[in-house]
């Protein structure tokens, strides 16, 4: 009697889930098609790929790009992030280590001129500097003018000014000169560089000599020399000094007391020194007799 019963409920529930089914259906249909509504079935207990992936579809044999135009084959490799350019830089510390600093402490990336941006003024507005100063009394209007005499703006502008004319002056005079050369030996007279070593050496003569002029003298011997000599004569052309040498004063340093002027002492043979015995001594009478054809030596014969 239990049998029959839950098989008659079990027959009543399978009619009413095709009912229900049946009716379900005809309300999708009903409803109007849209293109972005998948249609597709829970995934109780089934044991597809769809179930194990958990998703509503299964997935066709093109799984990239698209049906109409897939992705090409095959696929590009992504180049690692290595080789795109430099990654995290770890920079060394400005300070560095055991107290060397980073050239970035003393020295500046990009150059700063100096007075950049500041006005060139070459002269001194008292007015402005010191408009403090009282106008009031004989006399206490004038401005202090302590620096005036100082300021050497226009000497130097002056200075500046007579160097270029001074230069453009001589490349004036240098042509004129090469003019004049050209058309007196165009006229038969004196060439080109006619006269010239005698001015040369006229004004080497007159041409006073410099400071380091009279202290070093190049490699040429001095005039002092002594002929067939080592010596190229006094090492020093002060004209104050008219000694040969060198004075040193009375001061001498460690140098000059030990070794100084040993050069230039007489030697001769050492009193004391390592007499070569088996030299002075081979020949000597008392020593072993050479012979030669029954002859007794006691010397070296000749």
């Given at each position: 009697?239990?049998?029959?019963?839950?098989?008659?409920?079990?027959?009543?529930?399978?009619?009413?889930?095709?009912?229900?089914?049946?009716?379900?259906?005809?309300?999708?249909?009903?409803?109007?098609?849209?293109?972005?509504?998948?249609?597709?079935?829970?995934?109780?207990?089934?044991?597809?790929?769809?179930?194990?992936?958990?998703?509503?579809?299964?997935?066709?044999?093109?799984?990239?790009?698209?049906?109409?135009?897939?992705?090409?084959?095959?696929?590009k490799e992504t180049l690692h992030p290595r080789f795109h350019g430099r990654q995290f830089v770890a920079n060394p510390?400005?300070?560095?280590?055991?107290?060397?600093?980073?050239?970035?402490?003393?020295?500046?990336?990009?150059?700063?001129?100096?007075?950049?941006?500041?006005?060139?003024?070459?002269?001194?507005?008292?007015?402005?500097?010191?408009?403090?100063?009282?106008?009031?009394?004989?006399?206490?209007?004038?401005?202090?003018?302590?620096?005036?005499?100082?300021?050497?703006?226009?000497?130097?502008?002056?200075?500046?000014?007579?160097?270029?004319?001074?230069?453009?002056?001589?490349?004036?005079?240098?042509?004129?000169?090469?003019?004049?050369?050209?058309?007196?030996?165009?006229?038969?007279?004196?060439?080109p560089g006619a006269g010239t070593a005698d001015a040369d050496k006229t004004a080497a003569t007159r041409r006073k000599?410099?400071?380091?002029?009279?202290?070093?003298?190049?490699?040429?011997?001095?005039?002092?020399?002594?002929?067939?000599?080592?010596?190229?004569?006094?090492?020093?052309?002060?004209?104050?000094?008219?000694?040969?040498?060198?004075?040193?004063?009375?001061?001498?340093?460690?140098?000059?007391?030990?070794?100084?002027?040993?050069?230039?002492?007489?030697?001769?043979?050492?009193?004391?020194?390592?007499?070569?015995?088996?030299?002075?001594?081979?020949?000597?009478?008392?020593?072993v007799p050479i012979s030669r054809n029954n002859t007794v030596f006691n010397s070296r014969p000749q």
């Open positions: 009697m239990v049998t029959l019963n839950l098989a008659r409920r079990n027959s009543a529930g399978e009619k009413t889930k095709t009912c229900n089914k049946r009716r379900r259906d005809i309300w999708l249909r009903s409803q109007p098609v849209r293109e972005t509504r998948t249609r597709g079935a829970m995934n109780n207990n089934l044991n597809k790929s769809r179930a194990y992936l958990g998703v509503f579809s299964d997935a066709g044999y093109i799984d990239v790009g698209t049906k109409e135009k897939p992705l090409p084959y095959p696929i510390q400005k300070t560095g280590s055991y107290g060397a600093k980073h050239p970035e402490v003393y020295l500046d990336k990009t150059h700063s001129w100096l007075l950049e941006g500041v006005p060139y003024v070459d002269r001194v507005k008292y007015a402005e500097a010191q408009p403090e100063k009282p106008k009031r009394g004989f006399g206490t209007s004038d401005y202090s003018k302590r620096d005036e005499f100082s300021m050497d703006y226009r000497t130097e502008q002056y200075r500046e000014a007579l160097k270029s004319e001074a230069k453009h002056q001589a490349i004036a005079s240098e042509k004129a000169k090469a003019a004049m050369e050209k058309e007196l030996a165009a006229s038969g007279g004196a060439g000599p410099l400071l380091y002029d009279l202290v070093f003298d190049g490699e040429d011997a001095y005039p002092t020399a002594v002929r067939d000599s080592m010596i190229e004569g006094r090492d020093s052309k002060n004209p104050t000094q008219i000694s040969w040498e060198r004075d040193f004063g009375a001061m001498r340093t460690s140098a000059h007391a030990i070794g100084h002027g040993i050069d230039q002492a007489e030697h001769g043979k050492p009193q004391f020194a390592r007499l070569p015995i088996v030299e002075s001594t081979f020949y000597r009478p008392q020593g």
